[in-house]
């Protein structure tokens, strides 16, 4: 099976510059979004590095199997730690990752933080990530209610992040990619401006280029808070 694509990044409406990054490639299978943080652009510098370090690693592999995503998520974070260790401009910074790895029909799928991936399948809209931030967590332990992890002032804090420690939690998980299965990779600035119910109903339009930059004016129309990546990896047959 093939997949086709289609992805855009915005600056959205409130911030100076963009620090998030992604890369697609449907020759390899190969689709990632991260969201930089990280003062003097470090955050910029942390979201290129780590989807340069996951493609340029996984470019050197002669056989792909559901580790080598991972390994290379690994190495990613090592190289975004040791930069931010040894350069003073760096320090503190980091970034979160979300990527999908197609080899045949299976799917890896990795990702560290609150950029998410989502399956569009039969005209039904799954969230296949759990958000690696403080709220998710107090919800889950029924700290608070889902009204409240919305205006939460610790909305944003993330507990699990790239290039903060050499140690490093992935969460992975494989999946059989089914034809007309269309699955949505994208940065925060997309999941705080637009309900998932939006989400669902805009990324069912067919046409990819369509469906991502509308998601993309919705976000702004509601505010563009933060910079906005959408991917769109359709399956062919
Ligand atoms: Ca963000």
Not at 97 to 117: F, I, K, N, P
């Amino acid at each position: 099976m093939k997949t086709v694509s289609f992805g855009k990044t915005n600056v959205g409406m409130k911030r100076t510059h963009n620090e998030d990054a992604f890369y697609r490639n449907d020759e390899r299978g190969l689709y990632i979004v991260a969201d930089g943080m990280g003062g003097h652009r470090a955050g910029e510098v942390a979201s290129k590095m780590a989807v340069d370090s996951i493609e340029s690693h996984l470019q050197g592999q002669k056989h792909m199997d559901d580790r080598s995503l991972v390994d290379a998520i690994y190495v990613a974070n090592n190289n975004i730690f040791k930069s931010a260790a040894a350069n003073s401009r760096y320090t503190g910074m980091g970034t979160t990752v979300v990527s999908v790895l197609m080899t045949d029909a299976l799917v890896s799928l990795c990702h560290v933080g609150d950029s998410r991936a989502y399956l569009l399948r039969e005209g039904r809209l799954i969230q296949l990530t759990e958000d690696h931030t403080y709220v998710n967590e107090q919800f889950k332990n029924g700290l608070i209610t889902e009204q409240q992890m919305e205006t939460h002032a610790m909305k944003n804090v993330l507990t699990r992040s790239l290039g903060f420690s050499e140690k490093l939690e992935i969460a992975s998980q494989k999946l059989d990619l089914h034809p007309l299965d269309r699955y949505i990779l994208c940065s925060d600035g997309l999941t705080h401006m637009v309900r998932d119910e939006v989400i669902a109903e805009i990324a069912s339009i067919p046409d990819a280029v369509h469906a991502v930059s509308t998601l993309i004016d919705v976000a702004n129309t509601n505010g563009g808070d933060d910079n906005i990546t959408v991917l769109v990896i359709d399956a062919v047959e």
